[in-house]
C-alpha cells in the first residue's frame, strides 16, 4: 500500500505573495512560476491543456506563459508525483485568464440599510461576469475627487462623515473600475437610496398611578417613557396616538379589554382603572415608516385610612 507522509500541492509564486492550490486568475500574456513541494526522490509530471504554454521546468517547477485570450474559462493545470517508493499522486489548479475588457452598467441604484451601511462589489457594477472583479479597483467620485475606493468592494458606512454619509443619499456620483492587467477604466453612474424603515424600539410598558395621569388624560412622553430611533436619515419624525379602556374605580379591571395587543398581560396589582395603548409611529425624510406600541397601565391610587 502507498503511504505518504506529505501532502501534495501547487503553489503559485510571485514576489508579492503565494498562492494555494486551488483556484487563480492571471493576466493575459502573463508568466507565473509554479511549483510543488520539492520531496528527494520524487519525479513529477506537469500538464497543462489550454490557456497557455509550458516554457521551463525544472523538477518542482515550472513556468508558463499564459496567452491572451482573456474570459476563456477553467484552465487546468496538473502535475503528478511519484515519489521513491512508485506511489503516485496528482493535484489539479484551475486557472482563470482575467476579462481585461470592461462594461460599466450605469443609472445604478444602492440601497443603505437603516444603518447607513452597505457593501458595494466590483461584480455588481459590471455587465457580465467578469473574472478578476475582485481584484479590481472601484472609485467614488464627485467632481473628480474619489469619497471612496477599494479593491473588489466598497463598505460604505454612512454614519460616519467620511467619504459616502448620509448627505449624500438621493444624489448621483460617477463611479469608475480600473482593471489592473491592462489599466483599462470604465465608468457610469450611480445613486444612493434608503428605503429602509427607521428602527423604532418602544419604551417598555409601565405602571402608573393616577396621580401621574392628567384628569381625563393620558401621560406625556416624558413621563411614560420615549421611544429610540435608528435610521439613516436623521432626524425622524415621530408621533404617537392613544386608545384608552377606562372603568370605574370601584370595579378595576379583571382582565384585559377584548381586541388588546397579544402578548400583554394585566398587572397583578387588581387596581388597574385606566389602561392606555399608546401607538408610536416614525417617519424619515423619504417616508420610510414603521410603528411600535406601549402599554399604559394607570392604578387607582389607594388611601391609608
Request: aromatic share 8%; proline share 6%.
Amino acid at each position: 500500500m502507498c503511504k505518504r507522509a506529505y501532502p501534495l500541492s501547487i503553489y503559485r509564486q510571485s514576489a508579492a505573495k503565494t498562492h494555494h492550490s486551488g483556484k487563480i486568475t492571471v493576466c493575459p500574456t502573463e508568466e507565473t512560476t509554479y511549483s510543488t513541494p520539492n520531496v528527494q526522490g520524487s519525479s513529477w509530471a506537469w500538464a497543462l491543456i489550454s490557456g497557455g504554454t509550458i516554457v521551463f521546468q525544472d523538477k518542482n517547477t515550472i513556468r508558463v506563459r499564459w496567452n491572451n485570450q482573456p474570459s476563456t474559462g477553467a484552465h487546468k493545470l496538473t502535475v503528478t508525483e511519484t515519489n521513491r517508493q512508485g506511489c503516485s499522486k496528482t493535484v489539479e489548479l484551475s486557472v482563470f485568464i482575467k476579462t481585461v475588457a470592461l462594461v460599466c452598467l450605469n443609472n445604478i441604484s444602492i440601497a443603505l440599510n437603516n444603518t447607513c451601511q452597505t457593501s458595494l462589489s466590483v461584480a455588481d457594477l459590471l455587465a457580465g461576469k467578469p473574472i478578476g472583479a475582485d481584484e479590481m479597483r472601484v472609485q467614488i467620485l464627485s467632481g473628480g475627487v474619489i469619497l471612496e475606493e477599494g479593491i473588489g468592494a466598497i463598505v460604505i458606512d454612512g454614519q460616519t462623515k467620511t467619504g459616502i454619509n448620509y448627505d449624500f443619499i438621493g444624489k448621483n456620483f460617477t463611479y469608475r473600475v480600473i482593471e489592473p492587467c491592462s489599466n483599462n477604466t470604465c465608468s457610469g453612474s450611480i445613486r444612493f437610496e434608503d428605503f429602509a424603515p427607521p428602527m423604532l424600539q418602544c419604551p417598555a410598558d409601565i405602571t402608573l398611578s393616577c396621580a401621574q395621569v392628567p384628569t381625563g388624560g393620558t401621560p406625556l412622553p416624558s413621563d411614560s417613557g420615549s421611544p429610540s430611533v435608528t435610521d439613516c436619515s436623521l432626524p425622524a419624525k415621530v408621533s404617537y396616538s392613544d386608545q384608552i379602556f377606562e372603568t370605574p374605580c370601584a370595579s378595576p379591571f379583571t382582565a384585559l379589554p377584548t381586541g388588546f395587543p397579544a402578548g400583554k398581560t394585566l398587572p397583578t396589582t387588581g387596581d388597574v382603572v385606566k389602561i392606555i395603548v399608546r401607538s408610536f409611529s416614525v417617519a424619515d425624510k423619504w417616508n420610510n415608516t414603521s410603528g411600535c406600541q406601549q402599554v399604559i397601565f394607570v392604578r387607582k391610587v389607594l388611601w391609608r385610612k
